[in-house]
């Protein structure tokens, strides 16, 4: 019987999140560009991206700004939410995301 190795995955929702899950411990934020098995366009995505690190640090940024692939002080597991163009976040009471 062969072993299979844990892998990130993708998860729709709640609404018109689009979820990455990563298993395998990272060292940079998730940039969805050359992954082929997104479940939407990555045209369709919004540039805003919240990171949910395992243990409780959220930070909220643009995936296609500056710190698109930025380094985390060490390797972390958790997941990446993207929001579909049609549905915005409101971070806080303002929305921080426009869509592109």
Do not use: N
Request: proline share 8%.
């Amino acid at each position: 019987m062969y072993r299979t190795e844990p892998k990130d995955f993708w998860c729709l929702g709640p609404g018109k999140q689009v979820r990455r899950i990563h298993v395998v411990p990272r060292t940079r934020r998730f940039v969805p560009i050359g992954v082929t098995d997104c479940p939407v366009s990555i045209k369709c995505l919004s540039a805003c991206r919240e990171t949910r690190v395992k243990g409780g640090r959220v930070e909220r940024d643009f995936w296609t700004g500056t710190r698109e692939a930025a380094r985390f002080p060490s390797p972390w597991t958790g997941e990446t939410i993207f929001y579909q163009k049609s549905e915005q976040p409101s971070f806080g009471k303002e929305k921080v995301c426009e869509t592109a």
